[in-house]
């Protein structure tokens, strides 16, 4: 490593608290410094090229080094980089975007509250909900009621309705209003149980759950299309549409959370309606909305939801709830250019066909000893590794699988995302049967040669 390179990586190492760090090993190892990217492709310090398999984190859908998203970046920058939008103030882009969200949005969900991430998204969706109830008067309807393995965001209350229990080692969640019930993980149902009861039992499970918080004290219902962090889960047909169901009999509002699923991973621009027949009360989303290339999120919400906040509480008062960077000029430029470059080259079409190709592709990788299953759907998949497949018993947690499996692609030029005993796939949306194909021969010879380490070393 040069002189520079190596003055990169001492700064990061010495200043940079990254999210999710390993201490025990980022004290000695540092970071891989990343410096360039083209397509689905990036680029280290040392030159060495990578096929970026998570897509930076779910989010690089139209892929990177797109240089008309940096002219409108840029032009916008130029033109008003910012101003406040308190006070009743706005610029063309963030009324643009939220008209075009609205759009696209399903049925009447036609309002469009901006923050700077998915984290920033479901805290806002909680702050309105409690507004909204409490300018009805049902000031009691405060708790949420959440997904173990669901992945939520990292702010303290998006942390606390995050059900990964990994993530909150250390650290302290509100368990007095978030609540959680069981994760609809088909692959772990009862041996001999039915998709169809099994579906059943999840469904019951959250009814039971707002019967004894009390249906007055129970405000919202947080819920993922697909589970994302929590190990890509699909849940049961069916699912979405009658856990809304029972949400509607309890005047409880459901939030669907598209901060992975919207804006073409599922082959949609949201997957709520068209994929799981759902028509949520809230929607959040971030991520690839930009396709990463500004911080931009969006709470979009219901005409009823609407029509209900935006009733003054009291002579004067206002609706005080709002960031710095709410409807920020750039990033909603950003968002505005990512879309009409998505719909120009129907890029959900495209997800629609190189998806289901991806997915048949992972498919066949479940004919190796460890792998258990893969799940998932077009853009979003996952690889769940275990020691046994017959009784789905997971290798010792000592042997680091998912991390292991994940190293072998790195040196092989493939960056996928290790979850424990899991490895999770969520590429830019762009990639090719061809890019497709190296994918899958890469992770092949990876997870044989992980095989071979997990024998040698006595877990298997």
């Known amino acids: 490593m040069n002189k520079n390179k190596k003055n990169i990586w001492q700064k990061d190492k010495d200043h940079f608290i990254h999210p999710w760090t390993d201490f025990s090993t980022f ?108 300018q009805l008067g049902k000031t009691t309807k405060k708790k949420i009621i959440s997904r173990i393995d669901g992945y939520h965001g990292s702010t303290y209350m998006a942390m606390s309705i995050t059900g990964v229990e990994f993530d909150h080692i250390g650290f302290d969640i509100d368990k007095q209003m978030v609540h959680h019930i069981s994760c609809p993980n088909p692959y772990r149902r009862a041996k001999g149980m039915s998709l169809e009861d ?26 993922e299309p697909i589970m994302g962090a929590g190990g890509v889960i699909v849940p049961p047909p069916g699912y979405h549409r009658r856990t809304q169901e029972v949400c509607n009999k309890y005047e409880v509002l459901y939030v ?131 020691a046994d497949k017959k009784t789905k018993s997971l290798i010792h947690e000592d042997a680091a699988v998912g991390s292991r499996i994940a190293d072998h692609c790195q040196k092989r030029g493939l960056i996928v995302r290790p979850l424990a005993h899991m490895n999770v796939l969520s590429p830019p949306l762009i990639m090719t049967r061809e890019e497709v194909d190296k994918l899958v021969a890469i992770l092949r010879e990876s997870i044989v040669e992980t095989i071979s380490d997990l024998s040698r070393d006595g877990y298997l």
């Open 27 to 134: 004290k000695d190892d540092g970071s891989m410094v990343l410096t360039d990217a083209s397509g689905i492709t990036l680029t280290d310090n040392e030159g060495k090229q990578y096929i970026d398999g998570i897509g930076g984190l779910w989010c690089v859908n139209i892929g990177y080094g797109r240089a008309e998203m940096a002219d409108a970046i840029a032009t916008q920058a130029k033109r008003i980089p910012y101003f406040s939008t308190f006070g009743h103030h706005t610029t063309p882009p963030a009324a643009a975007l939220a008209a075009k969200l609205a759009e696209l949005a399903p049925g009447n969900l036609n309002h469009v509250f901006y923050g700077c991430g998915g984290s920033v998204a479901n805290d806002s969706a909680v702050r309105i909900a409690h507004f909204y109830f409490n």
């Open 198 to 223: 099994f579906c059943d039992t999840k469904v019951q499970e959250l009814e039971d759950k707002i019967l004894e918080l009390g249906q007055d004290n129970v405000a919202l219902f947080f819920a």
């Open 256 to 386: 669907s959370d598209e901060v992975v699923t919207a804006f073409g991973r599922l082959g949609h621009m949201f997957a709520s309606k068209d994929e799981f027949d759902l028509q949520p009360d809230i929607i959040t989303c971030a991520k690839g909305l930009t396709s990463g290339y500004l911080p931009l999120s969006a709470t979009i919400l219901s005409d009823e939801i609407y029509d209900v906040i935006s009733i003054p509480q009291a002579k004067g008062a206002l609706f005080t709830h709002g960031f710095t960077y709410s409807g920020h000029p750039v990033c909603c430029a950003a968002g505005l250019k990512n879309i009409e470059i998505m719909e120009r080259e129907n890029l959900c079409e495209h997800v629609n066909d190189v998806g289901v190709y991806f997915e048949k592709q992972l498919k066949t990788l479940e004919n190796l000893e460890i792998v258990g299953e893969v799940r998932g759907s077009k853009f979003m998949m996952c690889i769940e590794n275990v």
